[in-house]
Each structure stands twice: as structure tokens, then as C-alpha cells.
């Protein structure tokens, strides 16, 4: 997988809830993600668990339910994990008087880096760079306490900047500050952003966050009502009034702003979508390298088109999220993912092998935000039609050539009660149509069914039989359903017809010809929407 396409989760929350000593419910059931180097204004009436939400993501206050992670793992609630994580993640709180602790404002800067054990030497070196980064020179040598409310909010920055984070929480940044002083905590966000810190804000100026923002959460009596960007959420104004927040009156440059950043540069992207797989090891020789071949053909049709991936299997996107701290989008998320990086034609070309419930599932997802970019379209899986079953055929047939008079080449795919099943069925018959009446194609949850398989294996009189996946991955299906040693298994079923059996564990899309097949469809798509363009 080509890391550098991607942004990466920085922060997410799962399901979090959090409830004060009083019976006071900040927090219910709070999900979102965040992503590295993005802006996100979290909004809300007071009271709406903004504040709360920031001091969970600090590490001050911890969940009584759901989970945290940071770069996908667990937060660490240990005395040692906190510390990582505050040095990581830090927080700028409403009122700067309640971090601002020492004398100077050199002493305060530097307090945070001493204790975390950093030599007196580079303290003041990162120090002095804070202060001209940030333009407080002349607050260098002044008492803390002779600060006004906007030059102690820039300390309170300063403070959190010389760590070295790389997420800025800002708690109402510009409350109770005069014009003046907004404008410098602004031009100090703008600072950080530059450098590619994650910053998350909390704001009632939705003028400001409909300008800022790459994205919006808003929040409303501790939960989570509405995420997606300015124009997204500002539309919505029911939830807005819910959220007791006014529509932002300049709506409409919001609007102008977005379809400039998104549309004011063609910019064309291919989203792989797959089902998915837990098993590492079949992933990297299947989906991975499908990928890279996808990319490798869009990139010939055009230059810088970027990759994005997605999975349907909400079961497995978990599974690895819990079991190895990986983050795989969905299709709804890796959509709004392409919105936000300005991508203007997309094209989704799938790893499905039929036209099936997994397909319609996709198109319906990418069909929900089709209408944000310029042009969506989709490739085909990889059975679509006859010349891609004799393309498939023959490259099978070249990778188990030289079989025995006496051996059956039986392969096992999915099934599904969708009517695309019909495929399997056709497929089986157009083997022996190009004249390997020794290959059959069987499948685990619908028809053809290995009892099918059985008869006519039995009344070819064949010995022996190859058993292999008709699946792109050799995931839970092929080393337990086929190849298991379970007496359910269809290897154990056809040994005790008193056959010899051999398994190949090999996904579809471990041959080089399969992922050509996908990297055409692929590039088929990319080149009809340049036709139309």
C-alpha cells in the first residue's frame, strides 16, 4: 500500500461517554476521527460536551465507556502513557490563567520541556524559537500576572508549542480577547496549521469556522449531531438551531470557497474498494498489489491521479482496528476523505469478483456524495462479462496446466443469494464449453453447492482433486472452509468420498493476470470519463 496517499488517523474516539460525580452526562456515546494535519472546529451551545470531549482527548478525564486512540492504539492511562500523550496531544483551555503558573514568561514557557527532562541548553534554544515564532519577543522577560487575557492566551500557546506536539487543542481561543488580540491568536493558529499540526478548536463564530475549517463536528447535549465540512453542516439548519447556533450569514462564500478549493483544479483520484481481510500475510499478495497495479495503470491515463482505499466489511474494519491498531476507511469515510483533498473526478473500481450485494452496497455509499465532485464512475468487477470469463479461464487453465486424466480442478468461491450468483453457474459451464471438462466451479452459500460438485466428480470417475479459492483472497473461507481440517470442510468432505486431495491456498488476486484484469477495468473507467470531460 502506498502510505504516502493516505492520511493517516491521528486521534479517534469509539463510542466514548463520560459522566461527572454530580450525575451530569457530558459525553454519550461519542465516535469521530481525526486525521493528521487537518483543522476541525468542534461546535455547540455551552454545556454541549465540547470542553469535556477536549479534556478526554488531553487525557484529563477519562471515558466511563468506549475507547481512545491515538495513531491507532489504546490511550495509556498509565502515569508514564499520559505523560506521552499530553506531550503529543496539548491543550490550550479557555482561560489561560488556569496553566499559567510561573514568573516570567521564559520561566513559563520552559517549565513544561524542563520537567520532561530536557537539558537547560536545548530548553532555551526551543524556547527563544517559540518566542520568534510566535512573534512574543517583547513578552519574553514580563511577570505572567501582568499579562492582559489576550497575551497570556499567546503564553498559554507558547506553553503547548515548545512541546513539540503534534495535535493543539484550543478551547475557545478567542473569548473575551478585543479584536485585536483575536486577530494574533488567529495568525498563531494559521502557524500551527502551517507546520502541519492537527488543531481542534472549540467556537461559537461559525463566520470563522466556515472559513477555517476543514471540517465541522457539532455537538449537542453531549453528543455527536452532525460532522462533514463547512458547507455540509452549515446547510443543515435545523441542526444548527438545535445546536442554538445561527446559519453563518456569509453561506454562500462558504459555498464559493469550497467549490474553489474542490473544484478550481481538476483533480482526478481512484478509489479501490474491497471487502477486506484480517489475514496480513494473503492481504499484502492480494488487495496490496492489486492496488499498486490499479495505480500504476491510472497514473499511465493520468498523471498524479491518487489512490484511495476502502473496505465494506465493517466486521473486519474493526477487527483490525481493535486487534492491530490499523485504520481502514469505509466508503462514506474515504469519500468525504477525496472531498476534503480537493479531488474533483472520481473513479471506483472495485475487487469484487461479481456484479453482487457487496457491489450495490459500494454504489450506494459512493452515490451518497456523488454529488460533490465533477464526475463519478465506477469500473467493473471482475466478472462482467464473457470476454472477462475467458480472460479468467485461460489464465487459470495456463497456471494448472498438465493435470492428470484422473484429477478434477474444483473451485470454491463465495455465493450469495443475489441474483449475480448466476455467475458462478455460468462460469462452471463455460470451462467445459472451452473444453476442460475437468473444472469445476462450486461455491460455499449458494448454488452450485459442493453436493452438486460431488455427483459430478463422482460420474467422471475422477481420483484425485485440486481444491482452490475462487475468491481474490484466501482469507477465513479458504484455509477453514476448504482447507480446514473441520469435517465441514470441503477438503475433509472429499476425502471421505474416498478422493485424493490437494489444496492450492491461493487468492485471485495473487496472479499477475487478475490484477491486470482489474488494472484495465480500471483504466476503462478513467479513460471514459476524460471522453466525457
Not at 490550550?92 to 520537567?115: A, C, H, K, M, T
Not at 469505509?330 to 469484487?352: F, Y
Not at 472477462?388 to 485461460?394: A, H
Request: aromatic share 6%; with cysteine; charged share 30%.
Amino acid at each position: 500500500m502506498k502510505e504516502h496517499v493516505r492520511q493517516e488517523i491521528i486521534l479517534e474516539a469509539e463510542h466514548i461517554s463520560y459522566t461527572y460525580e454530580d450525575g451530569t452526562c457530558a459525553l454519550e456515546d461519542v465516535s469521530f476521527a481525526i486525521r493528521k494535519g487537518r483543522k476541525i472546529a468542534m461546535m455547540g451551545a455551552n454545556g454541549s460536551g465540547k470542553s469535556t470531549c477536549f479534556l478526554c482527548l488531553n487525557g484529563i478525564c477519562r471515558p466511563q465507556k468506549g475507547k481512545l486512540y491515538k495513531d491507532g492504539k489504546p490511550y495509556d492511562y498509565s502515569r508514564k502513557g499520559l505523560l506521552k500523550l499530553r506531550r503529543q496531544v496539548g491543550i490550550v483551555f479557555q482561560n489561560p490563567d488556569d496553566q499559567l503558573i510561573l514568573g516570567s514568561v521564559r520561566q513559563e514557557i520552559s517549565f513544561g520541556i524542563l520537567n520532561m527532562g530536557v537539558s537547560m541548553d536545548e530548553a532555551a534554544v526551543r524556547v527563544n524559537q517559540v518566542i520568534r515564532q510566535l512573534q512574543i519577543g517583547e513578552l519574553a522577560d514580563r511577570p505572567v500576572h501582568a499579562l492582559s487575557g489576550g497575551q497570556k492566551k499567546q503564553v498559554a500557546i507558547a506553553d503547548i508549542l515548545v512541546m513539540e506536539p503534534e495535535i493543539v487543542i484550543l478551547d475557545e481561543p478567542a473569548a473575551s480577547l478585543d479584536p485585536f488580540h483575536v486577530r494574533i491568536i488567529r495568525d498563531m493558529i494559521e502557524k500551527l496549521t502551517d507546520r502541519g499540526i492537527t488543531v481542534l478548536i472549540a467556537t461559537h463564530d461559525v463566520e470563522y469556522a466556515g472559513t477555517w475549517a476543514d471540517e465541522i463536528v457539532l455537538f449537542d447535549r453531549g453528543r455527536v449531531i452532525a460532522r462533514g465540512t463547512p458547507a455540509e453542516v452549515f446547510s443543515r439548519r435545523k441542526l444548527l438551531e438545535q445546536a442554538h447556533l445561527p446559519q453563518p450569514g456569509a453561506m454562500e462564500m462558504i459555498r464559493l470557497r469550497e467549490r474553489e478549493i474542490h473544484m478550481g483544479q481538476d483533480r482526478m483520484a481512484v478509489l479501490v474498494v474491497s471487502f477486506g481481510t484480517s489475514h496480513p500475510d494473503t492481504r499484502e499478495k492480494t488487495i496490496d498489489a492489486i492496488e499498486s497495479r490499479i495505480a500504476e495503470a491510472l497514473e499511465a491515463v493520468e498523471p498524479g491521479c491518487r489512490m484511495y482505499r476502502a473496505w465494506t466489511s465493517g466486521m473486519i474494519i474493526r477487527r483490525l482496528r481493535e486487534r492491530d491498531g490499523c485504520q481502514i476507511d469505509t466508503v462514506e469515510e474515504a469519500m468525504r476523505r477525496m472531498i476534503a483533498d480537493g479531488v474533483t473526478r472520481v473513479i471506483v473500481q472495485p475487487t469484487h469478483i461479481i456484479n453482487g450485494i457487496e457491489n450495490d452496497w459500494m454504489k450506494r455509499d459512493v452515490q451518497k456524495l456523488a454529488d460533490r465532485f465533477a464526475c463519478v464512475r465506477f469500473g467493473v468487477p471482475l466478472l462482467t462479462d464473457e470476454a472477462d470469463s475467458e480472460r479468467v479461464i485461460r489464465g487459470l487453465m495456463e497456471e494448472f496446466s498438465g493435470l492428470e486424466p484422473d484429477t478434477a480442478l474444483v473451485f470454491m468461491g463465495h455465493g450469495t443469494a443475489h441474483y449475480a450468483n448466476a455467475i458462478y453457474a455460468a462460469l462452471d459451464y463455460q470451462f467445459k464449453d472451452m473444453g476442460y471438462e475437468h473444472v469445476f466451479v462450486g461455491t460455499v452459500e449458494a448454488y452450485p453447492s459442493l453436493e452438486t460438485l460431488k455427483k459430478k466428480i463422482r460420474a467422471g470417475g475422477y481420483r484425485r482433486v485440486i481444491l482452490t479459492p475462487l475468491m481474490i483472497v484466501a482469507g477465513e473461507h479458504a484455509k477453514c472452509d476448504m482447507a480446514g481440517d473441520e469435517e465441514d470442510s470441503w477438503k475433509c468432505q472429499l476425502e471421505r468420498e474416498g478422493l485424493e486431495v490437494t489444496c492450492v491456498v491461493k487468492g485471485l488476486g495473487e496472479y499477475e493476470f487478475i490484477r491486470q484484469i482489474f488494472a484495465d477495468h480500471g483504466k476503462a473507467a478513467a479513460e471514459k470519463s476524460n471522453e466525457e470531460d
